[in-house]
Nanobody
Framework: QVQLVESGGGLVQAGGSLRLSCAAS????????MGWYRRAPGKQRELVAA???????NYADSVTGRFTISRDNAKNTLYLQMNSLKPEDTAVYYC?????????WGQGTQVTVSS
């Protein structure tokens, strides 16, 4: 099994930056994909950015050029650098890890962007 703990959320003004972290523990060697998702108020959860099994990165169109996903395998940590934040980026951000056929999710971290 895998445990995921997100951190780094907060309140920021439009145009500002935040970096989210997701620390993974447990059977991390069997994780084959990881990513960030978000759920805004009244909306469905959506993919923000992810690494697939091959290590290829995928980004939502709405964040391309502003957000960067990265990882530190030695620390078992996934990151999301968010720049040029917009009020529409306000959401709870979740880390997800695919472990064999299962998906594990963190508890989420709130990101609020004020205009």
């Amino acid at each position: 099994q895998v445990q995921l703990v997100e951190s780094g959320g907060g309140l920021v003004q439009a145009g500002g930056s935040l970096r989210l972290s997701c620390a993974a523990s447990g059977s991390t060697s069997s994780i084959h994909a990881m990513g960030w998702y978000r759920r805004a108020p009244g909306k469905q959860r959506e993919l923000v950015a992810a690494f697939d099994r091959a290590g290829t990165t995928n980004y939502a169109d709405s964040v391309t050029g502003r957000f960067t996903i990265s990882r530190d395998n030695a620390k078992n940590t996934l990151y999301l650098q968010m720049n040029s934040l917009k009020p529409e980026d306000t959401a709870v951000y979740y880390c997800m890890a695919k472990w064999y056929s299962l998906e594990y999710w963190g508890q989420g971290t709130q990101v609020t962007v004020s205009s």
